[in-house]
């Protein structure tokens, strides 16, 4: 729909429209156009509502598909028949208004964007060997406009209002199952909603565009076992002098223990502590590139799908156990390893065991067993005070001197506000 474009002729019928709008004007959400016309169909009409409602239809844009339907309920029962036609009729409006916001601004290029650019985004190689030898060489703006606008595209995708959707078709599964958030309180509600809630372990993640892969599948496209060895081999070797108790360990503790401290490992870590996932997501409470993200796993049912075990974490510190599913080293599953170290034991630590040759099957349970939320990152200091306030501190997650005086620093000049002026 390119409202650019549209004439700015319109018919008497519109006009009257529009202007009857503009005598009898009411609240948005109970305007009678809502339940009697599809807006989707009528492009004019849309704009009559625009053009006598744009303060309040600015408004609109604010609210998430949530407090949409929250405000819908104040008026109309769910099961009354016109609610979906107007909740469809008001994200359509919505969605509109950034349509038409995002074709307004397409023909400048965004000076924000062109800043974070790097300079090989914008010229080529040839490019830069002509500016090297101080020849001639003009810049491709229209090569420039398509970054620029990629650029946009992208980060429209992960706008408050997109996001959503974005995360939702990434990981192929239903908007429901995607929930954007801005207090703690919108988290707590999600989590005690959750069917079967206990049988769910979690992870949260700073960025939400961010893959759901470990960090050795990350680092390399293939002979990830070849890798794991040679980390694991010197990690091994050169830790024994800061923990005699190593030996004694077996491979997947060694694993587990190599993961904590950020060696590239096939474990993905989680927790059965959802507050504490929380805390991973959001302790950079300083990175506002990207909203925070929090993912939920129905453990249970995903090992039940993938090794035919009903066991929310398959305990790899029993040899039967991991003698049990060595046929399934092909399929990825949770596992669990004690309190190998005293990091696993805070955090309630468990791990994603997370096989390269399972990614379809990976995908696919995830899709089935995942629920989402997201954490709006204009809000992530306000939430970490909410979870300091309930004792929920970085000395929780890392039991060290280090995140005690974190802790202290985070309290004493964020939560109390540094006591200015005394």
Same mark, same amino acid.
């Given at each position: ?20 709008? !503009? ?19 009528? !492009? ?75 300079? /090989? ?5 040839? *490019? ?20 620029? *606008? ?82 694991? /081999? ?103 390893? /004690?309190?190998?170290? !005293? ?80």
């Amino acid at each position: 729909m390119d409202f650019i474009k549209v004439e700015s002729k319109i018919d008497t019928v519109v006009n009257g429209g529009a202007n009857n709008l !503009e005598a009898t004007k009411v609240d948005l959400f109970e305007l009678t156009e809502l339940r009697e016309i599809d807006l989707s169909e009528n !492009e004019e009409r849309v704009k009559a509502i625009f053009k006598a409602y744009e303060p309040e239809v600015e408004k609109l844009t604010n609210l998430d598909d949530g407090q949409i339907s929250e405000q819908i309920s104040k008026t109309l029962s769910k099961d009354d028949p016109c609610y979906k036609f107007v909740e469809s009729n008001l994200l359509y409006l919505k969605q509109s208004y950034f349509i038409l916001q995002k074709e307004q601004q397409i023909d400048e290029i965004d000076i924000s964007i062109l800043k974070e650019l790097k300079i /090989g985004e914008i010229f080529d190689a040839e *490019s830069l060997e002509k500016l090297s030898r101080k020849t001639d060489s003009s810049v491709d703006f229209e090569k420039l406009e398509r970054i620029v *606008s990629l650029k946009f595209e992208e980060e429209e995708k992960y706008k408050d209002y997109n996001v959503v959707n974005t995360i939702a078709s990434k990981f192929e599964m239903p908007e429901t199952n995607v929930k954007f958030i801005s207090r703690l309180s919108e988290f707590i509600s999600f989590v005690s909603e959750l069917d079967n809630a206990v049988n769910y372990v979690s992870r949260g993640q700073k960025d939400c565009s961010f893959d759901l892969l470990p960090s050795l599948h990350r680092r390399f496209e293939r002979d990830y076992e070849i890798h794991s060895d040679i980390y694991e /081999g010197a990690f091994k070797q050169k830790i024994i002098y800061y923990d005699k108790e190593i030996k004694n360990k077996s491979g997947e503790e060694l694993r587990a223990e190599g993961q904590h401290f950020g060696l590239p490992t096939d474990y993905l870590d989680f927790t059965e502590a959802h507050l504490i996932s929380l805390l991973f997501a959001i302790e950079d409470y300083n990175y506002s590139q990207q909203h925070s993200i929090v993912f939920f796993i129905d453990s249970l049912a995903y090992n039940k799908d993938a090794v035919s075990l009903e066991e929310k974490l398959l305990d790899y510190s029993v040899p039967t156990v991991v003698d049990s599913v060595r046929r399934y080293s092909a399929r990825s599953y949770f596992i669990k390893l /004690g309190n190998s170290n !005293e990091r696993i034991h805070f955090q309630k630590g468990c791990f994603l065991k997370v096989s390269p040759q399972d990614r379809e099957d990976f995908k696919r349970r995830l899709s089935n067993f995942c629920r989402i939320v997201i954490i709006n990152k204009d809000c992530k200091k306000e939430i970490l005070k909410e979870l300091f306030n309930l004792g929920i501190t970085f000395e929780n997650i890392y039991p060290d001197k280090d995140n005690v005086v974190k802790s202290i620093k985070f309290n004493y000049e964020e939560v109390m506000g540094g006591y200015r002026g005394r």
